[in-house]
């Protein structure tokens, strides 16, 4: 198994442009999740979801942040308009279920200038 | 909300030294779960604590739930250079919530 996959591995926009990140989680796992990782707030869970569905969303910093599922082999998580304070590493994680162990990905590295 | 606090934030340690991280959770937890990131690279499960005073061992790595199911640590004995990294405890609450990290706690290892 290849493990979860992450698209782009690093990621230089500037401030304003829109960024999507892509996912693609574990085949047979049901739960994803959207993490962002920086020095300052540690590891923060953006959203999750169970069978391509939502089910809590409330780690989304702001409007300009959106993510979709539109099949349980992909996510995106798409920041527009980008800020340099968004600046982070971003990583996916995909699990059979929510109460079990967490597979992550590689993460993609993002930078706003 | 739940929130997970992890001390201490950093830890120098010489090669051979034991090591230890402590993690204490604001409400009581279904399950705790420990990850281990290397520099440079992604959070890496251990290991899943789900009982009330349950103890795991794992070689060197010895983990500890406690028994009102609100804090969790981990030690090493006699760290090795390939320790290095950053260790974090996650708490499931249960209910429609996921995981919540601690900060993690950086261990550097001096030869």
């Known amino acids: 198994d290849a493990g979860v996959i992450q698209s782009p591995r690093h990621e230089v926009t500037e401030m304003g442009q829109e960024v999507t990140l892509r996912c693609k989680p574990i085949?047979?796992?049901?739960?994803l999740f959207w993490y962002r990782q920086t020095m300052m707030r540690g590891l923060e869970l953006l959203i999750y979801?169970?069978?391509?569905?939502?089910?809590?969303d409330s780690g989304m910093p702001e409007d300009r942040f959106s993510a979709k599922m539109p099949n349980a082999s992909f996510s995106t998580l798409k920041i527009q308009p980008s800020e340099p304070r968004d600046s982070a590493v971003y990583f996916c994680?995909?699990?059979?279920?929510?109460?079990?162990?967490?597979?992550f990905g590689p993460g993609t590295r993002l930078t706003v200038t | 909300g739940q929130q997970v606090m992890q001390i201490p934030q950093y830890q120098h340690v010489q090669e051979g030294e034991d090591f230890t991280t402590y993690c204490n959770s604001s409400?009581?937890?279904?399950?705790i779960q420990w990850y281990k990131q290397r520099p440079g690279g992604h959070p890496v499960f251990l290991i899943q604590?789900?009982?009330?005073?349950e103890v795991k061992k794992q070689k060197r790595l010895t983990f500890q739930f406690g028994e009102a199911k609100k804090n969790s640590s981990l030690h090493i004995t006699a760290t090795q250079t390939t320790d290095v990294g950053t260790y974090f405890c996650?708490?499931?609450?249960?209910?429609?919530?996921?995981?919540?990290f601690g900060k993690g706690t950086h261990l550097i290892i001096q030869p």
């Open positions: 994680a995909s699990t059979v279920a929510s109460a079990y162990e967490q597979y």
């Open positions: 085949s047979g796992h049901n739960s």
């Open positions: 979801f169970n069978n391509n569905v939502p089910i809590d």
């Open positions: 409400t009581t937890l279904s399950n």
């Open positions: 604590l789900v009982k009330s005073g």
């Open positions: 996650a708490g499931l609450s249960g209910g429609a919530d996921g995981l919540t």
